[in-house]
């Protein structure tokens, strides 16, 4: 009954097929644009615990703190290590006379904390060399479209000169601002001068303790806040949530994609079993119970909502394969979006059945002998 009709079979398949493409594609680029507000924080690894003023609610939320609060984190009993760590904006001025906004990390002088892991050209000592900055390959391809890769181009930050020494493979950004990569000692300068400029501590808790004991303990003696990695990067998340229209704009998205989906299967499918009340008729009156007529109507929607499924997420998972090379594009289609659109379809197939299930079990068996 449900694949001798193509027609119908197929139009169900389609409905259900655009609600689990929208419904996927759309959370995985929401997904995608809340990795890209923690991408700075996954980048700096190595230490546990970030350490930062009170009133600071995501990364890019910046309140300056003084000096002396790395030695008073460094005296803290838990804390094994902790290093000075700087962010912010820069205004760049190129060898061609124009300007670029750059996001100015400043990492540890002594340890090179904070400095990226990869890198495609040049060597991470290189930043001890007078001058030297590093900076991100899509930053580089943003300021010299079309052009090789050449190291020791030289610009100017705050009147300052910077002597580019290595490309670095670094996360897109929420801002997309190149970012460039330095001696603590030396941000401070490239950037405009503030009485304030330490912009977050880097701790390490001792082994043996537990990260959140750590933070617990550093609050309590400083004053200041301490989060470990995963939670700075669960409140810049739960900020962008709360503070921008991005939830809903996708929520409104992925609304539209379910109701659509569900109208266009029930509607099918409902019109599928009514051409087939008939055979529905014929079933009962060979003796078929009501349960045994509704185990086979939902089976069918069954069917056609795993194959409208696996369909849907497949083309989801192959745009964002093929949509690498546009790297304006963020997609991130982590096992969450694939249960959360199995669980939407699985209630679209639910309300297109129930759509036509009270129509089969109120059928007269004796509609077989009627004309």
Known sequence: MLIGNRVKYLGIVFGVLFAALLIAQQSSIF???????????????????????????????????PDTDLFRVKGVAGVEWAVRFYKGLARARMEQGDYHQMILLGVDDATLVGAPEGLF?????????????????????????????????VFEMNDRRAVLVGITKASRTFQTFPIVYTLYSRAVLFAPPERKVLSFVLAQPRPGLLATAVCREITEQTGLQALTREEFMEKTIRHFLAKTGIPVNFGITVCLGFIVGTAIAGQTFYLFTVENIKQFGALKA?????????????????????????????????????????????????????????????????????LSIRRVLIVDPAIVFRG
Request: aromatic share 12%.
């Open 31 to 65: 997904c995608g644009l809340m990795f890209l507000t923690v991408s700075q924080i996954r980048d700096v690894e190595g230490p546990g615990i970030w350490v930062m003023d009170r009133n600071v609610k995501f990364i890019d939320d910046i309140k300056p703190m």
């Open 121 to 153: 050209m040049g060597n991470l000592a290189d930043l001890r060399k007078p001058h030297a900055v590093m900076m991100d390959d899509a930053g580089y391809k943003q300021i010299w479209p079309g052009e090789p890769y050449i190291l020791d181009r």
């Open 286 to 354: 060979m003796g078929t119970s009501n349960w045994t007529i509704l185990f086979m109507v939902l089976s069918q929607a069954m069917q056609v909502g795993a194959v409208g499924y696996g369909l849907g997420v497949g083309l989801a998972a192959l745009f964002g394969w093929g949509s690498r090379g546009f790297t304006k594009l963020a997609f991130f289609m982590p096992w969450q979006v694939l249960a959360i659109t199995g669980g939407a379809v699985f209630v679209i197939v639910l309300l297109a059945s129930l």
